[in-house]
């Protein structure tokens, strides 16, 4: 049995209160303020063959004009990682399994920062219904030299809706292979392949219970400059037979690091799911910029920013641009004691069949306790 070189569980409590000018998320607008209650915990478990890390939180939202709208939601995840284990059967072989999910009525729009694994929606912000996403996959690395290295993996993707919202539960399932290969020390040549199925199911009417095949190809380049800066730029094109349409797709990114900020930008362009508003696939592009500077050894003060479009192919059945803006200030009182205050500022505007535009503004501040 593989002995345990660190085990830690870490609780923590945060109560937010926060001013909400559109809590059905609709043309018309109600606001409210909420007081968020939200205890977590943190796993960290590692061991000579195998690394766990594990969150799972609970929030209690409750609305004070309108307590009626009051809801329980949950998030968490965990990433499991088996290289030391796998590498004994096969030397240079990897396992990484990840599972994200969230259950909530105020559904996420937008993952953070390159973090594909987050069950967020994209960009798209659906009716005040009760919603669930699971986000599942499986990453298996071989280092065949000290240049080349192939990689395959497996992703899960589930969202589902409450029985009443008329939107379409969706299933995606997508296979990839890829190679990279180090041309040298700062530069790697990055290659890949994936095979995508969207099942799609509910839907007003009952009208769901179609799917829709993808492939997609892409070569691409990572570099780092000096120890700074770090671009990695994929391009391609994803072939949807269905249809008959081949669309131009990439993934481009850049980092950089300065004494006491980072600032990170990456443009995106896939075909991928509607969001739950159609049973179709939709090209999507997501542009996502962040600027964290350091005031003082305490405070950090953050900026982040997105702007994402959703068109599904070849019809207008879903047509939605969107924006948001959202800045932030951290303050560490302890090491146990954080203070933080935010302001987000949302814009969907929709002129497509299905969807609905809406403006929303929020404004939190919150204090997290943590367990020593």
């Known amino acids: 049995m593989a002995r ?16 909400d000018d559109n809590v059905l998320f609709s043309r018309s607008k109600i606001d409210d303020f909420a007081t968020d209650a939200t ?36 998030q968490g995840g965990l990433v499991l990682k088996a290289d030391t284990l796998t590498g004994r059967f ?3 072989l990897g396992l990484t399994v990840t599972d994200n ?9 937008f993952a953070g920062f390159a973090t594909p694994d987050d069950p967020a929606s994209g960009g798209i912000q659906t009716g005040r219904f009760t919603s669930f996403s699971n986000n599942a996959g499986v990453t298996v690395p071989y280092v065949i030299s000290a240049r080349a290295q192939v990689s395959g993996s497996y992703t899960n993707s589930y969202t589902t809706f409450s029985s009443n919202s008329g939107l379409f539960n969706t299933t995606g399932h997508a296979l990839t292979g890829g190679w990279s290969y180090l041309i040298e020390p700062q530069t790697t040549f990055l290659s890949n392949y994936t095979y995508s199925k969207f099942s799609f199911s ?7 219970g179609s799917s829709i095949d993808t492939h997609a190809a892409s070569v691409g380049i990572r570099r780092q400059f000096l120890k700074d800066l770090i671009v990695d730029a994929n391009m391609g094109g994803t072939y949807v037979p269905s249809s008959d349409r081949l669309s131009p797709s990439f993934n481009i990114g850049a980092t950089q690091k300065f004494s006491a900020t980072d600032v990170g930008l990456r443009l995106v362009r896939s075909v991928s799911s509607s969001g739950g508003l159609a049973a179709q696939v939709s090209e999507r592009e997501i542009l996502s910029a ?16 997105n702007y994402a479009t959703a068109t599904t192919q070849g019809t207008r059945t ?3 641009t969107t924006y948001s803006i959202s800045p932030g200030l951290t303050y560490d009182f302890t090491k146990w004691a954080r203070l933080t205050a935010s302001y987000s500022y949302y814009n969907q505007r929709s002129e497509g069949a299905v969807g609905s535009g809406l403006l929303r503004n929020q404004v939190t501040v919150g204090l997290t306790i943590t367990w020593p």
């Open 4 to 19: 345990a070189v660190e085990f830690r569980v870490t609780p923590s409590l945060t109560i937010a209160e926060r001013y």
């Open 39 to 74: 205890p977590k915990v943190l796993v960290i478990a590692r061991g000579e063959d195998l690394d766990l890390t594990a969150n799972l939180g609970v929030t209690r939202t409750q609305y004070a004009k309108n307590p009626e709208l009051s809801f329980f939601s949950t």
């Open 90 to 92: 096969l030397r240079g």
């Open 101 to 109: 999910y969230v259950y909530t009525k105020d559904h996420p729009t």
């Open 202 to 208: 509910g839907g007003s009417g009952g009208s769901g």
């Open 290 to 305: 962040f600027i964290t500077h350091r005031v003082t050894k305490a405070m950090t003060a953050t900026l982040t920013g």
């Open 318 to 320: 879903v047509d939605i």
